[in-house]
């Protein structure tokens, strides 16, 4: 005998003989024109029909609307195309790549995003850990709660599932720095024109990108002062050929295309490589001793017997942008030059060794925040553009303190 049509209490729940389905309908609003929108479930068995009626009844009470069926593996390439794509400078846009790649998509990628729970992510956090990536933990909770906001913002989910979950917390490491007599042995092996990129990163922090990207209108020397305008940073390539290529990599598309940002200004220079705002996304001005600022000037008038079409500080032999590779061998070389025996110290231990001679020479956090463009809750906006009194008394303690270790 087969089951009735409709039983009593089960509202929009009916029985298609034909199909041999039950079918649940629940009306969501009007359209444009006035007519009647509705939303349709499905299954052969009636309590499951009902079940998935009631889910939808509930968003649609609850969000007005009923919530996405994406899988998180479709929301995620989605996601990463249409709205990290065009804000994300190229790192951090690789960085979420991997991640998801990595960790998200093998462990929930076929779970609708409105079905992941706290406790999918936190052992997706746990597996990480286990692995010994704490830092990337943490990376990747940042990289969810992003995504899963975006994914509530288009009613996709009622709530950011990662807003129920503790960010793991990246084991905190003591960072690597010099020696001040190694310090000293480097500055000194750096004393030339040529070496000015190594004074200015051991006195002023710099990041790698920020040396590489450097232009020579960098340098005011009407004022003394050396403002961070760009970070070198290699791009990534897209498909252009619209899927009719057989190459996997977009870099080997025969109509491969530049990925450039949408909302930030950039110079392309040489192939992958391009200029972009620094890291914190404004520039940021400090001062320079007057022995390093004479060796700057020198730098720069040499330039002018050699090519450099980009207008670089510190360009190639041939006026193309020193790569990170490249530089990091510089820096080996230096190392190397002074009698430094650190076969592990790459060129962010010179940012660190700034950071901490200036701790060490009783520079205020705030004014070594100022000087470095070094983020933090209670720095954050408050280190840009800066010419303060309390900056060039910071460069004069830090000359002073390298004299007399010197």
Request: proline share 6%.
């Amino acid at each position: 005998m087969m089951p009735r049509t409709r039983d009593s209490g089960d509202g929009g729940l009916y029985y298609d003989k034909k199909r041999n389905l039950w079918l649940g309908v629940v009306d969501d609003g009007f359209t444009a024109d006035g007519r009647r929108k509705q939303r349709r479930v499905s299954s052969r068995s009636q309590s499951v029909a009902r079940d998935k009626l009631d889910t939808l009844k509930t968003e649609i009470k609850i969000h007005g609307s009923p919530l996405g069926n994406q899988t998180v593996a479709e929301w995620g390439a989605f996601w990463l195309e249409t709205i990290c794509k065009p804000k994300l400078k190229p790192q951090p846009y690789r960085t979420y790549r991997a991640i998801l790649a990595t960790w998200v998509i093998p462990a929930i990628g076929k779970k609708k995003v409105k079905e992941v729970r706290p406790s999918d992510l936190q052992r997706i956090y746990a597996k990480i850990k286990t692995a010994g990536h704490t830092a990337t933990a943490s990376k990747t909770h940042t990289v969810l709660s992003s995504m899963f906001e975006s994914a509530r913002l288009e009613k996709l989910v009622g709530d950011n599932v990662a807003k129920s979950v503790r960010a793991p917390k990246p084991l905190k490491k003591a960072r690597d720095t010099l020696a001040p007599e190694e310090t000293m042995r480097i500055l000194n092996a750096a004393n030339t024109s040529a070496g000015t990129k190594w004074l200015v990163s051991l006195y002023a922090g710099i990041r790698q990108g920020e040396r590489l990207g450097a232009t020579i209108d960098s340098v005011d020397f009407g004022t003394g002062l050396f403002t961070v305008l760009w970070g070198l940073s290699e791009a990534n390539y897209e498909h252009g050929c619209d899927g009719t290529c057989s190459a996997k990599a977009a870099g080997h598309c025969p109509k491969k295309q530049l990925v450039t940002p949408d909302d930030m200004e950039y110079r392309v220079l040489k192939g992958r490589l391009m200029l972009l705002p620094p890291k914190s996304g404004e520039s940021r001005t400090f001062p320079l001793p007057v022995s390093l600022l004479a060796l700057l000037r020198s730098q720069i008038l040499e330039l002018d017997n050699q090519p450099n079409p980009h207008g670089l500080l510190w360009p190639a032999k041939d006026g193309s942008p020193i790569t990170s590779g490249v530089d990091q061998a510089e820096w080996k070389a230096l190392l190397i030059q002074a009698g430094v025996d650190r076969p592990t110290a790459t060129t962010h231990w010179a940012r660190h060794t700034a950071i901490s001679d200036l701790t060490a020479s009783g520079v205020p956090e705030r004014v070594i925040g100022e000087i470095v463009g070094h983020k933090s809750p209670g720095v954050t906006g408050r280190y840009q553009h800066v010419s303060s009194r309390d900056a060039a008394d910071a460069m004069g303690k830090l000359e002073e303190r390298r004299q007399i270790e010197g």
